[in-house]
Nanobody
Framework: QVQLVESGGGLGQAGGSLKLSCAAS????????MGWFRQAPGKEREFVAA????????YYAESVKGRFTISRNGARNTVYLQMTRLKPEDTAVYYC????????????????WGQGTQVTVSS
């Protein structure tokens, strides 16, 4: 089992920045690729970013590429999502997830999920 707890959400302004954190506990953090997903009201959950077990090969959705950065700290068992140049359409509940398989954009490949953290961006 892996427990994931997100933090860092809140209210941001368009053009501003927020940084999300996801702390992992349980099985070996380095055994999992990590991803961030988001779900806006009335919409399906969508992929945001993913990073491999080693911390390489970050991958981003087109909608956030160049604005968001995913990273991980093995010593702290934490994955981060640095969000810059925020837009109102970034408003959503953000979830981190752990995959025992590989870095992937598919939610079904992720076995463990956090409870989510709300991000609201005002214009």
């Amino acid at each position: 089992q892996v427990q994931l707890v997100e933090s860092g959400g809140g209210l941001g302004q368009a053009g501003g920045s927020l940084k999300l954190s996801c702390a992992a506990s349980g099985r070996t953090f380095s055994s999992y690729a990590m991803g961030w997903f988001r779900q806006a009201p009335g919409k399906e959950r969508e992929f945001v970013a993913a990073i491999s077990r080693s911390g390489g090969s970050p991958y981003y959705a087109e909608s956030v590429k160049g604005r968001f950065t995913i990273s991980r700290n093995g010593a702290r068992n934490t994955v981060y999502l640095q969000m810059t140049r925020l837009k109102p359409e970034d408003t959503a509940v953000y979830y981190c997830a752990a995959s025992p398989l590989r870095s992937t954009t598919h939610a079904n490949d992720y076995s463990y999920w956090g409870q989510g953290t709300q991000v609201t961006v005002s214009s």
